[in-house]
């Protein structure tokens, strides 16, 4: 079973930085695809950055050059870099572990407001 556990959220400025950490247990993670979602009150979860097991990356456009996805297969853990954070930023940020299935964690409170 594939337990994912997120920490790094928090209230921050606009124009600050945050990381979120994902880190994976219950499996073998290099043969996983991970990503962060996110979800803001009333709109669906979108998926906002990804990180193939090959290391191949690729982000939503709204987030493009703000947000850097790397992950650590030592630690087995997903970060999520987020700079120069927006009001609209703010969401639950949700970790996703796929393989054959799609595994996810329980969320993190990002709050970007003044």
């Known amino acids: 079973q594939v337990q994912l556990v997120e920490s790094g959220g928090g209230l921050v400025q606009p124009g600050g930085s945050l990381r979120l950490s994902c880190v994976a247990s219950g499996t073998i993670f290099i043969l996983y695809d991970m990503a962060w979602y996110r979800q803001a009150p009333g709109k669906q979860r979108e998926r906002v950055a990804m990180?193939?097991?090959?290391?191949?990356?690729n982000y939503t456009d709204s987030v493009k050059g703000r947000f850097t996805i790397s992950r650590d297969n030592v630690k087995k853990t997903t970060y999520l870099q987020m700079n120069s954070l927006k009001p609209e930023d703010t969401a639950v940020y949700y970790c996703?572990?796929?393989?054959?299935?799609?595994?996810w964690g329980q969320g993190t409170q990002v709050t970007v407001s003044s």
């Open positions: 990180i193939t097991r090959g290391g191949s990356t």
């Open positions: 996703n572990a796929r393989l054959n299935d799609n595994h």
